[in-house]
């Protein structure tokens, strides 16, 4: 029987550690590319992501299930990429990843699905997935927050507003840029005008 996320948390908080560990099985993986994409930085995502579990953990006696809790966990992660961000503006420090990352999440499962095992087309799409990964590093930060969101992490525009502080209005004005942004960034980068709209 499916146990809501929320029940979940109530039952963490009266110490049911399998309660936990289910949540950390349920949003982990997804947890990890939203805030991967938010700071290009897989491993540190990794640190960050236990980051968001521990504080989720610390605060499960005292969660209401008021609110959705995917929502809440989002804006803890959300919370922990800006200060990481705004903490490595401070130390002047770029972070790059290697084009061969171990561990590298799939993103775009759809690009080129029934030709994953032509080495040539392979990396063509890893090329793509770099590319993407660089545009959207170049969104202002609520834009990419807000379309990493919608489109990645299927969030919908009345949780992300949650999460924003803002207007369900504003979202969808930030979800408009960033994709015309995006498209920009995409097409200069030499993905070519008719694919782009499929990548974001």
Known sequence: MFVSDEDLMVKCGKGDMSAFELLVRRYQNPLINYIHRSIDDYQR????SQETFLRVFKSASRYEPTASFKSWLYTIATNLCRNE????????TCFLEDLAEEGEDVYHTDIMRDTRYLPDLLLEKKEQK???RKALAQLPENQRVALTLVTYQDLRYEEVAKILGCSIGAVKALIHRARQKMKKLLIKAGIGEENTDAKI
């Open 45 to 48: 995502a990794e640190d960050l």
């Open 130 to 132: 770099q590319i993407i």
């Open 85 to 92: 961000i705004r903490n490595r503006a401070r130390r002047n």
